[in-house]
């Protein structure tokens, strides 16, 4: 499996056969470019433009933004239900977790507002790579990223949703790397990974966002 941080919340998923992008943003509103990508599964966990911009992608993939079960190109979605706020969707609504399962599991938090329960977890199952926010103010902050991480147990973590120069109101990365003690993890291009791979200790990567 091939993963690349396309930045904010959208990664570019190759497993054998399908590629998925999840969370397309607007530029305008996240201050990075975004160019035209062919895909043939795209995830959107709420509809807000910096994680919903179709615009710049081809292929005619199947879109998905609903929980439930979905396949396509021998790679399976699960989505589930939860909350972009602290207060069960009042102030900014629902949020879909997804669960990308081809070989490896991938489990992509979208704009996750609250940790959620052991129960919801257990229901989710095993998860190699985690792709989590850690910038807060609209989703959970650096610390709670770190306490999910823990509950979950992932082999690979892989922060997103931090500071850029149009999101200044999110922390920057640092502030997780701090918090789950990789201060000095150097960023990656990409992530190629095989099930056979993973280390028994889990794994911080930061990844670039690619151009």
Not at 49 to 62: A, F, M, R, T, V
């Amino acid at each position: 499996m091939d993963i690349k941080y396309l930045g904010h919340s959208s990664f570019f998923i190759k497993g054998h056969q399908a590629k998925l992008i999840t969370d397309p943003f607007d530029p305008k509103m996240v201050g990075l470019k975004f160019y035209k990508t062919e895909a043939d599964i795209v995830t959107i966990s709420h509809h807000h433009k910096d994680h919903d911009y179709l615009e710049q992608i081809s292929g005619n993939p199947l879109v998905i933004d609903w929980p439930g079960q979905y396949e396509k190109k021998e790679m399976r979605v699960y989505g589930f239900k939860s909350f972009h706020d602290k207060k069960l969707g009042e102030e900014r609504g629902e949020n879909i977790i997804f669960k990308v399962e081809d070989e490896l599991s991938v489990l992509h938090c979208g704009d996750l507002g609250c940790l959620p329960d052991d129960k919801f977890l257990d229901e989710i199952g095993e998860v190699d790579i985690l792709l989590a926010p850690v910038g807060g103010t609209y989703t959970i902050d650096a610390g709670e990223a770190v306490q999910l991480i823990k509950k979950i147990e992932p082999s690979i973590v892989i922060p997103m949703h931090y500071q850029t120069p149009a999101m200044k109101n999110l922390t920057p990365v640092s502030e997780f790397l701090k918090k789950i003690n990789a201060a000095n993890v150097s960023p990656m291009a990409k992530l190629t990974i095989k099930k056979g791979e993973l280390e028994d200790e889990m794994k911080v990567v930061v990844l670039e966002i690619s151009n």
